[in-house]
């Protein structure tokens, strides 16, 4: 998914956000209602993402979803990582789910720039693009562990005892719901309130976003 465009031009998107409401979105034309809703997940604003999307790392760079909080920052910000996209998929899982539990713990939202989930998503974007980096493509576990941990500051015995608690094998299954939902229109994929989908080619600008996410949260 490409990263607004170039932002189109601003007649249309004001033109857009004036008329833009609750009423004006268009099921099938800016989101789609999930069939399998995300439970849990009322009032919440869902990345689903991988550390080999482009477009993912674009929006990371753009920090998409913290301009997003600055605005609407009653939402609840999570970020679902895909496994079934990559060599690493179930290893960038257990990584993630751990900077999301530590997160949590610390009471810093994970949308912040000083989250151990941004760290972390910024430490995989720059490994695979900046640095190329492919660990022996699923060869060597070990190396791509290494650049999560490192980002959080924290061991490979620490996230092997967090991987036997309850708190884990919670985030690691509501994660599984990535996986199909990526596969409706890739990633990343911004889901509101658990049940909307937003339609890529409605992001035509971060105010269009913005004001999509605005506005289906409004909606139950």
Not at 17 to 43: D, H, M, R, V
Not at 76 to 81: K, L
Not at 170 to 175: G, P, R
Request: hydrophobic share 40%.
């Amino acid at each position: 998914m490409k990263i607004f465009g170039k932002f189109a031009k601003s007649i249309i998107v004001v033109a857009f956000l004036a008329g833009l409401s609750a009423n004006a979105l268009s099921e099938g034309k800016e989101y789609i209602i999930l069939k399998n809703p995300i439970a849990n997940a009322e009032n919440s604003l869902i990345e689903i993402f991988s550390y080999r999307c482009t477009h993912c790392y674009d929006h990371h760079k753009f920090n998409t979803m913290g301009k997003i909080k600055e605005k609407l920052p009653n939402l609840i910000y999570s970020f679902y990582p895909v496994s079934s996209m990559g060599d690493y998929g179930k290893q960038a899982n257990e990584i993630f789910a751990f900077a999301a539990f530590k997160d949590s713990a610390n009471k810093i939202n994970p949308a912040d720039k000083n989250s151990l989930t941004y760290k972390t998503q910024e430490a995989y974007f720059n490994a695979y693009f900046k640095k190329k980096q492919r660990w022996d493509n699923g060869k060597n576990p070990e190396a791509f562990y290494a650049v999560g941990l490192n980002a959080m500051g924290v061991s490979k015995s620490d996230l092997e005892a967090f991987l036997k608690t309850p708190e884990a094998d919670k985030i690691l299954k509501a994660y599984e719901i990535a996986n199909p939902i990526s596969q409706n229109y890739g990633t990343p994929a911004f889901v509101v309130n658990g049940k909307y989908q937003i339609i890529p080619t409605a992001i035509t600008s971060p105010e269009a976003l913005i004001k999509i996410v605005e506005e289906l949260s409004k909606q139950k």
